[in-house]
């Protein structure tokens, strides 16, 4: 889990340098009020804003490795909206605007660079880290909905501001013009009844689908460690009259901790070469106790923490950690 808090942290710092970038290459040429009028700098807007989120939560993360901190509820749906919103303005810009617009010889050598950050880079880098390393937990399908969020939000203000007369010039050109044509009724006339719902559904559908990657990597990358787990509760129940801590493991113990770089007290549990499984201290030059069986050196390690003070942590075959206790 350590490697891929890291990497995740790595993604969001990308995320946001590429979001900086693409902003302070238009940054002169752009009023103030098109940071909220069009999609793809509102998406860039919340990508920053999430990708800093995650950041502190994983800095937390790391810097608290001696307890488990879950991902809270609130920022799986923050980037859950944000992937969606990504997603939404990557495929509209490689799938019809990179043909149309981007084929202009007109168009800035800037505003190509600023294309590739804002249409490419950053979204692309964010959803396929939200996807592939927010492994923290197993959500329900139903929170996709809430993908939506900032569609529903971004069209409930931008159809009235391009549409309504009182609203004057707000977007900054005269007369009005709606950010983008299927918004504009006087442009499309009815067909906007059609063309605002299918947007939204359309979104919804791109939401659906970033949950559902998201849970085939959550089963790919974690499910196995969850039948290891459910495994090894059921093997601690049958031995755990068998497995005793005894003076002798305590009196071990206290040996070892007269070593003052031994570090924080963390009971390790991870496979030997000669495929016994040993409880030690990360920094410990030799194991407090071995045994045959992981489920063994399990029970012994949550008793002994509990007499000696201290948290667990399981290590796979591989090596890594994937479980903190």
Same mark, same amino acid.
């Given at each position: ?7 995740s942290?790595?993604?969001? !710092?990308?995320?946001?340098l590429?979001?900086? @970038?693409? +902003? =302070?290459?238009? *940054?002169?040429s752009t009023?103030?009020?098109? %940071?909220?009028?069009?999609f793809t ?13 995650s ?22 749906i923050?980037? !859950? ?6 997603? @939404?303005? +990557? =495929?509209?810009? *490689? ?6 617009? %981007? ?26 880290g ?7 937990k197993?959500?329900?399908?139903k929170?996709?909905?809430?993908g ?5 939000l ?16 707000w ?6 013009q ?14 906007a ?12 559908g791109i ?5 559902f ?6 089963l ?20 755990e ?41 990360a920094?410990?030059k ?14 012994f390690?949550?008793?002994l ?21």
């Amino acid at each position: 889990m350590k490697r891929r808090k890291i990497i995740s942290l790595a993604v969001s !710092l990308f995320s946001i340098l590429v979001s900086m @970038i693409g +902003f =302070l290459l238009i *940054a002169k040429s752009t009023p103030a009020v098109a %940071y909220v009028k069009y999609f793809t700098l509102v998406t860039n807007l919340l990508i920053i804003v999430t990708s800093t989120v995650s950041i502190g939560y994983n800095v937390e993360f790391l810097v608290h490795r001696d307890r488990q901190i879950l991902q809270p509820d609130y920022l799986y749906i923050l980037k !859950l909206i944000t992937s969606t919103c990504a997603l @939404i303005t +990557f =495929l509209t810009v *490689a799938c019809y605007l990179q043909h149309s617009v %981007y084929t202009d010889p007109s168009v800035s050598a800037t505003m190509h660079a600023n294309n590739v950050m804002h249409h490419y880079l950053a979204p692309l880098s964010f959803t396929l880290g939200f996807i592939i390393l927010d492994l923290d937990k197993k959500y329900n399908w139903k929170i996709f909905f809430t993908g939506i969020a900032v569609l529903l939000l971004y069209t409930a203000y931008a159809l009235p501001i391009s549409n309504i007369p009182a609203c004057g010039s707000w977007w900054g050109t005269e007369p009005r013009q709606a950010p983008y044509i299927f918004m504009q009724f006087n442009e499309v006339g009815l067909w906007a009844l059609l063309i605002i719902p299918a947007f939204l559904i359309g979104g919804l559908g791109i939401s659906f689908l970033i949950w559902f990657l998201n849970r085939i990597s959550y089963l790919l990358f974690i499910g196995d460690e969850i039948k290891e787990d459910a495994e090894e509760t059921a093997e601690e129940k049958a031995i755990e009259a068998k497995v005793q801590v005894t003076e002798a493991d305590e009196a071990a113990v206290g040996e070892i901790l007269k070593n003052r770089n031994i570090g924080p007290r963390i009971y390790h549990i991870s496979r030997r070469e000669d495929k016994m499984w040993q409880v030690k201290f990360a920094k410990g030059k030799r194991a407090i106790k071995i045994f045959n069986t992981q489920a063994e050196a399990i029970v012994f390690a949550k008793k002994l923490a509990k007499s000696q003070v201290g948290s667990i942590r399981i290590h796979s075959l591989k090596g890594r950690i994937r479980k903190t206790i």
